[in-house]
Protein backbone atom coordinates (compact mmCIF):
# COMPACT_ATOMS: atom_id res chain seq x y z
CA UNK A 1 0.00 0.00 0.00
CA UNK A 2 1.89 3.58 -1.03
CA UNK A 3 1.72 5.49 2.16
CA UNK A 4 2.57 9.33 2.64
CA UNK A 5 4.23 10.65 5.82
CA UNK A 6 3.34 13.97 6.73
CA UNK A 7 5.55 14.68 10.21
CA UNK A 8 5.85 18.50 10.57
CA UNK A 9 4.91 19.45 13.97
CA UNK A 10 1.21 18.82 14.69
CA UNK A 11 -2.37 20.16 15.15
CA UNK A 12 -4.42 22.67 13.31
CA UNK A 13 -5.03 26.26 13.04
CA UNK A 14 -8.74 26.94 12.06
CA UNK A 15 -9.50 26.55 8.78
CA UNK A 16 -9.11 30.44 7.48
CA UNK A 17 -5.90 30.89 9.54
CA UNK A 18 -4.30 27.33 8.12
CA UNK A 19 -4.69 28.12 4.45
CA UNK A 20 -2.69 31.96 5.11
CA UNK A 21 0.91 30.25 4.83
CA UNK A 22 1.93 27.39 2.84
CA UNK A 23 5.13 26.53 1.01
CA UNK A 24 6.04 24.28 -1.74
CA UNK A 25 6.35 20.71 -0.54
CA UNK A 26 8.38 19.76 1.93
CA UNK A 27 9.86 17.58 4.91
CA UNK A 28 6.91 16.47 5.83
CA UNK A 29 7.34 13.76 2.46
CA UNK A 30 10.14 12.31 3.14
CA UNK A 31 9.26 12.12 7.13
CA UNK A 32 12.21 14.78 8.23
CA UNK A 33 11.25 16.56 11.68
CA UNK A 34 9.31 19.50 11.28
CA UNK A 35 9.02 22.65 13.42
CA UNK A 36 5.64 21.94 15.23
CA UNK A 37 7.67 20.84 18.15
CA UNK A 38 10.22 18.69 19.67
CA UNK A 39 11.41 15.96 21.70
CA UNK A 40 9.69 12.22 21.72
CA UNK A 41 6.53 12.72 19.45
CA UNK A 42 3.70 9.79 19.08
CA UNK A 43 2.06 9.14 15.73
CA UNK A 44 -1.95 9.08 14.69
CA UNK A 45 -2.65 8.32 11.21
CA UNK A 46 -5.95 9.71 8.82
CA UNK A 47 -6.71 6.90 6.46
CA UNK A 48 -7.98 7.87 2.78
CA UNK A 49 -9.89 5.08 1.42
CA UNK A 50 -11.16 6.09 -2.36
CA UNK A 51 -9.88 5.01 -5.80
CA UNK A 52 -6.21 5.99 -7.01
CA UNK A 53 -6.48 3.58 -9.71
CA UNK A 54 -8.77 3.09 -12.24
CA UNK A 55 -11.33 4.87 -14.27
CA UNK A 56 -12.14 7.37 -11.13
CA UNK A 57 -8.81 8.03 -9.74
CA UNK A 58 -9.10 11.32 -11.12
CA UNK A 59 -11.81 11.80 -8.07
CA UNK A 60 -9.71 9.92 -5.60
CA UNK A 61 -6.29 11.20 -6.48
CA UNK A 62 -7.98 14.58 -5.55
CA UNK A 63 -9.47 13.36 -2.09
CA UNK A 64 -5.91 11.76 -1.10
CA UNK A 65 -3.95 15.04 -2.10
CA UNK A 66 -6.34 17.19 -0.28
CA UNK A 67 -6.24 15.23 3.36
CA UNK A 68 -2.57 15.67 2.88
CA UNK A 69 -2.52 19.01 2.61
CA UNK A 70 -4.79 19.58 5.85
CA UNK A 71 -2.25 16.90 7.73
CA UNK A 72 0.61 19.09 6.30
CA UNK A 73 -1.00 22.09 7.16
CA UNK A 74 -1.87 20.74 10.73
CA UNK A 75 1.58 19.43 11.55
CA UNK A 76 2.78 22.87 10.62
CA UNK A 77 0.57 24.74 13.06
CA UNK A 78 2.07 23.27 16.34
CA UNK A 79 -1.09 23.02 17.81
CA UNK A 80 -0.91 19.36 18.91
CA UNK A 81 2.65 19.28 20.50
CA UNK A 82 3.99 15.80 21.01
CA UNK A 83 2.00 14.24 17.79
CA UNK A 84 2.65 13.79 14.16
CA UNK A 85 0.16 13.40 11.85
CA UNK A 86 0.73 10.84 8.64
CA UNK A 87 -1.72 10.38 5.94
CA UNK A 88 -2.48 6.44 4.80
CA UNK A 89 -4.05 6.20 1.51
CA UNK A 90 -5.86 2.66 0.34
CA UNK A 91 -6.92 1.83 -2.70
CA UNK A 92 -10.13 0.83 -3.13
CA UNK A 93 -10.56 0.88 -7.14
CA UNK A 94 -14.20 1.71 -6.79
CA UNK A 95 -15.24 -1.22 -6.16
CA UNK A 96 -16.88 -2.39 -2.55
CA UNK A 97 -14.81 -5.79 -2.38
CA UNK A 98 -12.08 -3.72 -2.57
CA UNK A 99 -13.03 -1.26 -0.10
CA UNK A 100 -13.71 -3.36 2.29
CA UNK A 101 -10.35 -5.24 2.02
CA UNK A 102 -8.69 -1.31 2.72
CA UNK A 103 -10.70 -0.85 5.50
CA UNK A 104 -9.92 -3.85 6.98
CA UNK A 105 -5.73 -2.90 6.17
CA UNK A 106 -6.32 0.30 8.15
CA UNK A 107 -8.05 -1.01 10.64
CA UNK A 108 -5.61 -3.54 12.00
CA UNK A 109 -2.88 -0.25 12.28
CA UNK A 110 -3.25 0.61 15.87
CA UNK A 111 -2.17 4.31 14.93
CA UNK A 112 -5.49 5.16 12.58
CA UNK A 113 -7.36 7.25 14.43
CA UNK A 114 -10.40 8.29 11.60
CA UNK A 115 -10.80 7.68 8.14
CA UNK A 116 -11.84 10.28 5.01
CA UNK A 117 -13.77 8.36 2.52
CA UNK A 118 -15.41 6.71 0.61
CA UNK A 119 -16.33 7.91 -2.97
CA UNK A 120 -18.69 5.87 -3.94
CA UNK A 121 -21.58 4.99 -1.82
CA UNK A 122 -21.51 1.19 -2.42
CA UNK A 123 -17.94 0.93 -1.59
CA UNK A 124 -19.09 2.78 1.88
CA UNK A 125 -21.60 0.22 2.72
CA UNK A 126 -18.98 -2.28 2.30
CA UNK A 127 -16.62 -0.23 4.55
CA UNK A 128 -18.70 1.22 7.26
CA UNK A 129 -18.94 -2.06 8.89
CA UNK A 130 -15.24 -2.61 8.82
CA UNK A 131 -14.19 0.74 10.50
CA UNK A 132 -17.24 0.78 13.48
CA UNK A 133 -16.32 -2.13 14.57
CA UNK A 134 -12.90 -1.11 14.95
CA UNK A 135 -14.27 2.28 16.43
CA UNK A 136 -12.96 4.72 13.80
CA UNK A 137 -14.75 7.64 12.58
CA UNK A 138 -15.34 8.05 9.06
CA UNK A 139 -16.30 11.52 7.44
CA UNK A 140 -16.45 11.14 3.17
CA UNK A 141 -16.53 14.06 1.10
CA UNK A 142 -18.41 12.16 -1.90
CA UNK A 143 -21.09 10.00 -0.29
CA UNK A 144 -24.13 10.90 -1.82
CA UNK A 145 -26.84 7.75 -0.50
CA UNK A 146 -29.29 9.02 2.22
CA UNK A 147 -29.31 5.19 3.96
CA UNK A 148 -25.46 5.53 4.51
CA UNK A 149 -27.05 7.84 7.43
CA UNK A 150 -30.51 7.24 8.15
CA UNK A 151 -30.95 3.93 7.61
CA UNK A 152 -33.00 1.64 5.12
CA UNK A 153 -35.83 3.57 5.24
CA UNK A 154 -34.52 7.33 5.39
CA UNK A 155 -37.52 9.72 4.88
CA UNK A 156 -39.96 7.57 7.58
CA UNK A 157 -38.11 5.60 9.77
CA UNK A 158 -34.49 7.29 9.75
CA UNK A 159 -32.53 5.20 11.92
CA UNK A 160 -28.45 5.74 12.71
CA UNK A 161 -26.48 2.63 11.70
CA UNK A 162 -22.98 3.82 11.86
CA UNK A 163 -22.19 6.28 14.99
CA UNK A 164 -19.09 7.19 13.70
CA UNK A 165 -20.14 7.72 10.06
CA UNK A 166 -20.58 11.20 8.68
CA UNK A 167 -20.02 13.29 5.69
CA UNK A 168 -19.23 16.92 4.40
CA UNK A 169 -21.07 16.52 1.45
CA UNK A 170 -24.86 16.82 0.92
CA UNK A 171 -27.11 13.91 -0.10
CA UNK A 172 -28.93 12.43 -3.19
CA UNK A 173 -32.22 13.65 -1.41
CA UNK A 174 -31.25 16.95 -1.56
CA UNK A 175 -29.38 16.90 -4.87
CA UNK A 176 -32.01 14.87 -6.97
CA UNK A 177 -34.60 17.30 -6.32
CA UNK A 178 -31.77 20.24 -6.96
CA UNK A 179 -31.75 19.63 -10.09
CA UNK A 180 -35.43 18.29 -10.95
CA UNK A 181 -36.06 22.09 -9.70
CA UNK A 182 -33.31 23.76 -11.68
CA UNK A 183 -34.67 21.87 -15.14
CA UNK A 184 -38.44 22.37 -14.12
CA UNK A 185 -38.23 26.08 -13.00
CA UNK A 186 -35.06 27.52 -14.23
CA UNK A 187 -34.94 25.90 -17.74
CA UNK A 188 -37.84 25.16 -18.11
CA UNK A 189 -37.75 21.52 -19.41
CA UNK A 190 -40.65 19.69 -18.94
CA UNK A 191 -40.32 16.12 -20.26
CA UNK A 192 -36.76 14.16 -19.29
CA UNK A 193 -35.29 10.59 -19.78
CA UNK A 194 -33.74 9.54 -16.97
CA UNK A 195 -30.70 6.74 -17.04
CA UNK A 196 -28.97 5.35 -14.29
CA UNK A 197 -25.86 2.70 -14.04
CA UNK A 198 -27.99 0.45 -11.67
CA UNK A 199 -25.49 1.42 -9.01
CA UNK A 200 -26.26 2.98 -5.36
CA UNK A 201 -25.58 6.59 -6.33
CA UNK A 202 -26.36 6.18 -9.64
CA UNK A 203 -30.35 5.04 -9.09
CA UNK A 204 -30.48 7.02 -5.43
CA UNK A 205 -30.08 10.23 -7.39
CA UNK A 206 -32.30 9.45 -10.34
CA UNK A 207 -35.13 8.09 -7.78
CA UNK A 208 -34.43 11.38 -5.69
CA UNK A 209 -34.84 13.30 -9.39
CA UNK A 210 -37.80 11.56 -10.28
CA UNK A 211 -40.01 11.92 -7.62
CA UNK A 212 -39.47 16.01 -7.13
CA UNK A 213 -40.09 16.31 -10.95
CA UNK A 214 -43.09 14.41 -10.82
CA UNK A 215 -43.98 16.81 -8.30
CA UNK A 216 -43.66 19.61 -9.98
CA UNK A 217 -45.43 18.45 -12.37
CA UNK A 218 -42.61 17.20 -15.09
CA UNK A 219 -42.87 13.93 -17.05
CA UNK A 220 -40.28 11.09 -17.41
CA UNK A 221 -40.90 9.95 -20.41
CA UNK A 222 -38.50 7.37 -19.99
CA UNK A 223 -36.86 5.49 -17.86
CA UNK A 224 -33.98 3.17 -18.60
CA UNK A 225 -30.63 1.71 -17.35
CA UNK A 226 -26.99 0.89 -18.88
CA UNK A 227 -24.60 -1.87 -17.59
CA UNK A 228 -21.20 0.49 -16.31
CA UNK A 229 -19.17 -1.81 -17.98
CA UNK A 230 -20.28 -1.02 -21.51
CA UNK A 231 -19.03 1.83 -23.57
CA UNK A 232 -21.87 2.01 -26.25
CA UNK A 233 -25.48 2.91 -25.53
CA UNK A 234 -27.13 2.86 -28.47
CA UNK A 235 -30.22 0.10 -27.63
CA UNK A 236 -30.40 2.55 -24.81
CA UNK A 237 -31.06 5.98 -26.77
CA UNK A 238 -32.41 3.90 -29.48
CA UNK A 239 -35.43 3.73 -26.77
CA UNK A 240 -35.29 7.45 -25.56
CA UNK A 241 -35.21 8.98 -28.85
CA UNK A 242 -38.86 8.35 -30.15
CA UNK A 243 -40.19 9.51 -27.10
CA UNK A 244 -38.64 13.41 -27.56
CA UNK A 245 -37.52 14.25 -24.07
CA UNK A 246 -36.26 17.67 -23.50
CA UNK A 247 -33.45 16.66 -21.45
CA UNK A 248 -31.92 13.65 -20.16
CA UNK A 249 -31.21 13.13 -16.68
CA UNK A 250 -27.94 10.71 -16.00
CA UNK A 251 -27.61 9.13 -12.40
CA UNK A 252 -23.82 7.66 -12.18
CA UNK A 253 -20.34 9.31 -13.07
CA UNK A 254 -18.29 11.07 -15.60
CA UNK A 255 -16.68 7.56 -17.68
CA UNK A 256 -20.13 6.44 -18.64
CA UNK A 257 -21.63 9.83 -18.73
CA UNK A 258 -18.90 11.56 -21.35
CA UNK A 259 -19.81 8.90 -23.89
CA UNK A 260 -23.39 8.89 -23.47
CA UNK A 261 -23.32 12.23 -23.99
CA UNK A 262 -21.16 11.80 -27.13
CA UNK A 263 -23.56 9.35 -28.45
CA UNK A 264 -26.54 10.68 -27.42
CA UNK A 265 -25.75 14.01 -30.04
CA UNK A 266 -24.31 11.93 -32.20
CA UNK A 267 -27.91 9.87 -32.44
CA UNK A 268 -29.82 13.03 -33.23
CA UNK A 269 -30.58 13.69 -29.53
CA UNK A 270 -29.66 17.45 -29.60
CA UNK A 271 -30.05 18.13 -25.67
CA UNK A 272 -28.24 18.42 -22.83
CA UNK A 273 -27.56 15.50 -20.64
CA UNK A 274 -27.52 16.58 -16.80
CA UNK A 275 -25.73 14.47 -13.92
CA UNK A 276 -24.94 14.80 -10.26
CA UNK A 277 -21.88 15.61 -8.80
CA UNK A 278 -19.99 12.41 -10.12
CA UNK A 279 -19.74 14.01 -13.64
CA UNK A 280 -18.59 17.11 -12.67
CA UNK A 281 -15.19 16.54 -13.26
CA UNK A 282 -12.70 18.53 -16.11
CA UNK A 283 -12.43 14.80 -17.11
CA UNK A 284 -15.90 14.78 -18.14
CA UNK A 285 -15.30 17.62 -20.57
CA UNK A 286 -12.14 15.69 -21.87
CA UNK A 287 -14.45 12.38 -23.03
CA UNK A 288 -16.95 14.19 -23.85
CA UNK A 289 -15.59 16.28 -26.00
CA UNK A 290 -17.25 19.59 -27.94
CA UNK A 291 -20.72 17.60 -27.49
CA UNK A 292 -20.34 18.13 -23.86
CA UNK A 293 -21.21 22.15 -24.37
CA UNK A 294 -24.32 22.83 -22.90
CA UNK A 295 -24.33 19.97 -20.59
CA UNK A 296 -25.42 20.30 -16.77
CA UNK A 297 -24.18 19.08 -13.95
CA UNK A 298 -25.04 19.77 -9.76
CA UNK A 299 -22.80 19.71 -7.45
CA UNK A 300 -22.39 20.62 -3.38
CA UNK A 301 -21.82 23.77 -2.13
CA UNK A 302 -21.06 26.77 -3.84
CA UNK A 303 -18.51 27.54 -6.38
CA UNK A 304 -15.25 27.67 -4.01
CA UNK A 305 -13.61 29.95 -6.32
CA UNK A 306 -16.09 32.10 -5.18
CA UNK A 307 -15.30 32.06 -1.85
CA UNK A 308 -12.52 33.37 0.34
CA UNK A 309 -11.73 29.97 2.13
CA UNK A 310 -12.07 28.28 -1.60
CA UNK A 311 -9.25 30.62 -3.57
CA UNK A 312 -6.87 30.05 -0.17
CA UNK A 313 -7.38 26.53 -0.59
CA UNK A 314 -7.03 26.34 -4.59
CA UNK A 315 -3.91 28.35 -4.12
CA UNK A 316 -2.39 26.47 -1.15
CA UNK A 317 -2.94 23.44 -2.97
CA UNK A 318 -1.41 24.70 -6.59
CA UNK A 319 1.88 25.55 -4.21
CA UNK A 320 2.21 22.27 -3.00
CA UNK A 321 2.44 21.02 -6.75
CA UNK A 322 0.75 17.92 -6.63
CA UNK A 323 0.67 15.95 -9.73
CA UNK A 324 -2.95 15.72 -9.62
CA UNK A 325 -5.62 18.04 -9.40
CA UNK A 326 -8.08 18.33 -6.48
CA UNK A 327 -11.21 17.93 -8.83
CA UNK A 328 -15.15 17.81 -7.72
CA UNK A 329 -14.33 16.22 -3.72
CA UNK A 330 -11.27 18.14 -3.03
CA UNK A 331 -12.31 20.73 -0.65
CA UNK A 332 -15.10 18.35 0.75
CA UNK A 333 -11.64 15.79 1.61
CA UNK A 334 -9.81 18.97 3.02
CA UNK A 335 -12.77 20.10 5.39
CA UNK A 336 -13.59 16.32 5.82
CA UNK A 337 -9.95 15.74 7.23
CA UNK A 338 -10.00 19.30 9.22
CA UNK A 339 -13.53 17.66 10.81
CA UNK A 340 -10.94 14.54 12.30
CA UNK A 341 -8.23 16.84 13.05
CA UNK A 342 -10.83 19.43 14.86
CA UNK A 343 -12.00 16.23 16.62
CA UNK A 344 -8.24 15.07 17.60
CA UNK A 345 -7.79 18.29 19.42
CA UNK A 346 -10.13 16.81 22.03
CA UNK A 347 -9.67 12.91 21.93
CA UNK A 348 -5.66 13.03 21.83
CA UNK A 349 -5.73 15.88 24.74
CA UNK A 350 -4.76 13.13 27.27
CA UNK A 351 -4.47 9.88 25.14
CA UNK A 352 -1.78 7.93 25.59
CA UNK A 353 -1.85 6.31 21.78
CA UNK A 354 -4.01 6.73 18.76
CA UNK A 355 -6.02 4.00 19.10
CA UNK A 356 -6.75 4.36 23.05
CA UNK A 357 -8.52 7.87 21.23
CA UNK A 358 -10.92 6.10 18.45
CA UNK A 359 -13.80 5.96 20.45
CA UNK A 360 -13.71 9.50 21.41
CA UNK A 361 -12.68 11.04 18.50
CA UNK A 362 -16.51 9.72 17.24
CA UNK A 363 -17.72 11.89 20.00
CA UNK A 364 -15.93 14.50 19.36
CA UNK A 365 -16.88 14.84 15.50
CA UNK A 366 -20.65 15.35 16.60
CA UNK A 367 -20.25 18.93 17.90
CA UNK A 368 -17.26 19.58 15.79
CA UNK A 369 -18.43 22.92 14.01
CA UNK A 370 -15.88 25.35 11.98
CA UNK A 371 -15.89 27.57 8.80
CA UNK A 372 -14.57 25.09 6.63
CA UNK A 373 -13.80 25.53 2.60
CA UNK A 374 -16.96 24.60 1.28
CA UNK A 375 -19.25 26.93 4.02
CA UNK A 376 -19.92 26.01 7.91
CA UNK A 377 -19.42 22.51 8.41
CA UNK A 378 -21.33 21.08 11.61
CA UNK A 379 -23.24 17.66 11.62
CA UNK A 380 -26.69 16.61 12.67
CA UNK A 381 -28.09 13.95 14.42
CA UNK A 382 -27.49 11.67 11.88
CA UNK A 383 -24.06 12.19 10.95
CA UNK A 384 -25.64 14.28 7.70
CA UNK A 385 -23.58 17.90 7.08
CA UNK A 386 -26.28 20.58 8.24
CA UNK A 387 -24.93 22.85 5.06
CA UNK A 388 -27.15 22.62 1.93
CA UNK A 389 -25.91 24.47 -0.32
CA UNK A 390 -25.88 23.13 -3.86
CA UNK A 391 -25.05 25.01 -7.24
CA UNK A 392 -25.71 23.60 -10.91
CA UNK A 393 -22.53 24.11 -13.69
CA UNK A 394 -23.14 24.35 -17.00
CA UNK A 395 -20.38 23.67 -20.15
CA UNK A 396 -19.59 26.67 -21.42
CA UNK A 397 -16.29 27.49 -23.77
CA UNK A 398 -15.30 24.10 -22.64
CA UNK A 399 -15.33 24.34 -18.90
CA UNK A 400 -17.92 23.82 -16.38
CA UNK A 401 -19.37 27.23 -15.66
CA UNK A 402 -21.36 27.92 -12.53
CA UNK A 403 -25.09 29.18 -13.46
CA UNK A 404 -27.50 28.64 -10.05
CA UNK A 405 -26.44 28.36 -6.85
CA UNK A 406 -28.96 28.07 -3.72
CA UNK A 407 -29.64 27.11 -0.37
CA UNK A 408 -31.65 23.86 -1.08
CA UNK A 409 -35.12 24.08 1.51
Known amino acids: MKRSVISLGAGLLAASLALTACGTRGGGETGEPGTGGGGDTKTVKIGVISPLSGDLSALGLGIQHSVELAAKQANESGEFEGWNIEVEPADDEGKPEVGKNAATQLASDPEVIGVVGTLNSSTAESVQPVLSSAGIAMVSPANTNPTLTRGADPENAPKRSYPGYFRTCTTDSIQGPFAARYLFEKAGIKEVATIHDKKTY ?208
Open 202 to 409: GQGLVNAFTAEFEKLGGKIVAAETINPDDDKYTAVLSSVKPKNPKAIYYGGEFPQAAPLSQQAKAAGLEIPVMGGDGIYSPEFIKLAGKTSTGDLATSVGAPISKLEAGKKFTDAYEAENYPEPYEAYGAYAYDAATAIIEAMKVSLADAEDAESAREATIEALGSVKFSGITGEVGFDEYGDNTTRVLTTYEVKDGEWTDVFTEEFE
